[in-house]
C-alpha cells in the first residue's frame, strides 16, 4: 500500500496549485481519503476528504471556497484543488488513507499517509 503525493511546490499569494495522490494496492481498506496539512511545530490538521463510493466531502473552514478534492477512479488518483491561496495555507501537505466509509477529522483516524508534499506560499 502506497500512497505518493505530487504539486507541491513555491507560490505566490493569489495563486493557485493543484495536488495529487496516487492510491496504490487500492482495496476496500482505502474507503476515505483526505488532505492533511502540517505547518512546522504544528499538528497535523484536515484540509479536505472524500470517500470512494459515495463521494462525499468534507472541507476545513479555512479552505471553503478556495479548493476543491475529486477523484479519478480509473487512475487510483485523489486530487486537491486550491486557489486564492495565502501564505498562512504554507505547509508540508500528506495524502491519507482510511478503512472506514465514514470522515474522520482527526489524523489517528487514517492508516496510510503519503511522505508529504511541501507547499510555501510567499512573495
Known amino acids: 500500500v502506497q500512497l505518493v503525493e505530487s504539486g507541491g511546490g513555491l507560490v505566490q499569494p493569489g495563486d493557485s496549485l493543484r495536488l495529487s495522490c496516487v492510491v496504490s494496492?487500492?482495496?476496500?481498506?482505502?474507503?476515505?481519503l483526505a488532505w492533511f496539512r502540517q505547518a512546522p511545530g504544528k499538528e497535523h490538521v484536515l484540509v479536505s476528504a472524500?470517500?470512494?463510493?459515495?463521494?462525499?466531502?468534507y472541507y476545513a473552514d479555512s479552505m471553503k471556497g478556495r479548493s476543491l478534492i475529486s477523484v479519478d477512479n480509473a487512475k487510483n488518483t485523489v486530487f486537491l484543488q486550491m486557489s486564492s491561496l495565502k501564505p498562512e495555507d504554507t505547509a508540508v501537505y500528506y495524502c491519507?488513507?482510511?478503512?472506514?466509509?465514514?470522515?474522520?477529522?482527526?489524523?489517528?483516524?487514517?492508516?496510510?499517509w503519503g511522505q508529504g508534499t511541501q507547499v510555501t506560499v510567499s512573495s
Open positions: 491519507a488513507a482510511s478503512s472506514s466509509t465514514v470522515i474522520d477529522i482527526h489524523s489517528s483516524g487514517y492508516e496510510y
Open positions: 494496492g487500492r482495496t476496500l481498506s482505502h474507503n476515505s
Open positions: 472524500i470517500t470512494w463510493g459515495t463521494g462525499k466531502t
